[in-house]
């Protein structure tokens, strides 16, 4: 899975030719940063909070997420994993906040 984010302002037409840049460039990449050959890559595009309309593209195989979506996806992972039995790392301290935000918040709620 290949993800870029931009919270930019540009046309589509702009965001098209920044995101296939991005995308095309990081292909040539792959055989130093993987052990295995690469045989297929999804490519997500994350812009904005709300989701662009449907007629909208950035290329063909590129999805469209909104940020929002992408926390969703991250966090509906994270809220199985207790933060004091499957901590994440350290090292990635944006990851561990979604972690205990998403356990906790849940879990610690209120009505």
């Known amino acids: 899975m290949h993800i870029e984010a931009s919270t930019d302002a540009w046309t589509w037409k702009v965001r098209q030719a920044r995101f296939a840049k991005k995308f095309d460039g990081a292909t040539a990449h792959f055989k130093e940063l993987f052990s295995f050959d690469v045989t297929s890559?999804?490519?997500i595009a994350v812009v904005?909070?709300?989701q662009p309309p449907k007629t909208v593209s950035l290329g063909p195989g590129?999805?469209?997420w909104s940020i929002l979506m992408l926390?969703?996806?991250i966090t509906s992972e994270l809220v199985r994993r207790h933060p004091l039995r499957a901590a994440i790392l350290?090292?990635?301290p944006i990851l561990?906040?979604?972690q205990f935000g998403a356990?906790?918040?849940v879990s610690t709620r209120t009505a």
């Open 41 to 43: 890559v999804s490519r």
């Open 48 to 50: 904005g909070l709300t």
């Open 62 to 64: 590129i999805e469209i």
């Open 71 to 73: 926390i969703n996806l």
């Open 90 to 92: 350290e090292n990635y």
């Open 96 to 98: 561990r906040a979604l």
């Open 103 to 105: 356990h906790y918040g």
